[in-house]
C-alpha cells in the first residue's frame, strides 16, 4: 500500500509542479513594460481575457494555490518515504542467520597421491 501511496503523490507532485512553473512563465514581470517598447505588443494579451486587471489577480492566486499544493505534497511524499519499510540493501542482511557446522580439517597425508615426490622436500 505504502509503494501505491507513493506513487499516486508523486504523480500529483510532478503535476502540480509543472502547473506552478507554466503558471509563472504565463505572469508578466516587473520589466513587462519595458518589453512593450520594443514591440512586445501590451494591448490586446490576455488583458482580454480575464479583464484588465483580473489577470494578475487570477494567474497570481492560482499560483499561490498550486504553490501550496507542491508543498503538501512535498510533505506527504516525506511523510510516507520516511514511514515505510526499507527493503534489504545486500542479499546477505535477508539471509537467515543459521550457524554452519564445523567439519574436520583434511590433513595431508605423507604419501602423494599422484606418485610425485614432493613431500620428501624438507621443510
Known amino acids: 500500500m505504502g509503494t501505491y501511496l507513493f506513487s499516486v503523490i508523486l504523480t500529483i507532485h510532478v503535476i502540480v509542479g509543472l ?7 504565463m505572469q508578466h514581470g516587473k520589466g513587462a513594460d519595458a518589453g512593450a517598447a520594443f514591440g512586445g ?19 497570481s492566486r492560482t499560483t499561490a494555490t498550486l504553490a501550496t499544493a507542491f508543498f503538501l505534497t512535498s510533505l506527504g511524499l516525506s511523510y510516507v518515504a520516511s514511514s515505510t519499510t526499507s527493503a534489504p540493501s545486500s542479499i546477505m ?3 537467515p542467520s543459521v550457524p554452519v557446522p564445523a567439519t574436520a580439517v583434511p590433513t595431508p597425508s605423507d ?8 613431500g620428501a622436500i624438507p621443510k
Open 93 to 95: 542482511e535477508s539471509a
Open 19 to 25: 502547473s506552478v512553473i507554466g503558471l509563472v512563465l
Open 111 to 118: 604419501e602423494p597421491v599422484d606418485g610425485s615426490r614432493a
Open 41 to 59: 505588443g501590451g494591448g490586446g494579451g490576455s488583458g482580454s481575457i480575464f479583464g484588465a486587471s483580473g489577470s494578475a489577480n487570477f494567474l
